[in-house]
Nanobody, 126 residues
Framework: QVQLVESGGGLVQPGGSLRLSCTVSGYTLDYLTIGWFRQAPGKEREGVSCIRNNDGSTYYADAVKGRFTISRDNAKNAVYLQMNSLNPEDTAVYYC???????????????????WGQGTQVTVSS
């Protein structure tokens, strides 16, 4: 059974950076599509970025293009989200998600997710 553990959230000033980590256990990363979602208070959960590990394809929401980068380390069975130029609108609980071999659009846009992590809070404030 796939388990996902997020880390790296916290409080950062506008313009700052954070790197979120999603450590995957119970399944090899090679056959998974991993995504980062976020949910702000009073808003629906949205797909931020997804990566399909068998071909390296990626997806980014328009709101984060050019600022966020998703990457993977198959040796560590981990996926990362580097977040730069953060602004208060990025404040949310960020969740890691997994599913087997989905396209990145199926996960990030259609929210076809098999497993969720517990979430990590990101707060951007001065």
């Amino acid at each position: 059974q796939v388990q996902l553990v997020e880390s790296g959230g916290g409080l950062v000033q506008p313009g700052g950076s954070l790197r979120l980590s999603c450590t995957v256990s119970g399944y090899t990363l090679d056959y998974l599509t991993i995504g980062w979602f976020r949910q702000a208070p009073g808003k629906e959960r949205e797909g931020v970025s997804c990566i399909r590990n068998n071909d390296g394809s990626t997806y980014y929401a328009d709101a984060v293009k050019g600022r966020f980068t998703i990457s993977r380390d198959n040796a560590k069975n981990a996926v990362y989200l580097q977040m730069n130029s953060l602004n208060p609108e990025d404040t949310a609980v960020y969740y890691c998600a997994a599913a087997a071999t989905l396209t990145v659009q199926s996960m990030c846009v259609s929210h076809q997710v098999a497993r969720w992590g517990q979430g990590t809070q990101v707060t951007v404030s001065s």
